[in-house]
């Protein structure tokens, strides 16, 4: 989950929430606002447990983008 500051965003607070599907060898290349702020939480998943496929294509955008209203 990655919690940024994002000021076009219509919300009280101002904050984009996303999520991403990661790789070990994906890189995570963020740009912050100058005076922003940011925060990554970042969770494992036993691919054994989650329906894991290795040959499955993995999509490299975030799936969602949950503003907090």
């Known amino acids: 989950m990655i919690l940024s500051d ?3 965003l219509e919300t009280r607070t ?3 929430i996303e999520t991403r599907d990661l790789r070990r060898e994906d890189i995570i290349d963020l740009k912050a ?3 922003g702020g940011m925060a990554i939480r970042l969770q494992h998943v036993d691919p ?3 329906g894991f496929n ?3 294509a993995v999509e490299k955008f975030p799936k969602r983008t949950d ?3």
Request: proline share 11%; net charge positive.
């Open 54 to 56: 290795p040959n499955k």
């Open 14 to 16: 101002k904050v984009r």
């Open 33 to 35: 606002a100058a005076n």
């Open 48 to 50: 054994a447990t989650a």
């Open 6 to 8: 994002d000021a076009t």
């Open 67 to 69: 503003p907090i209203r």
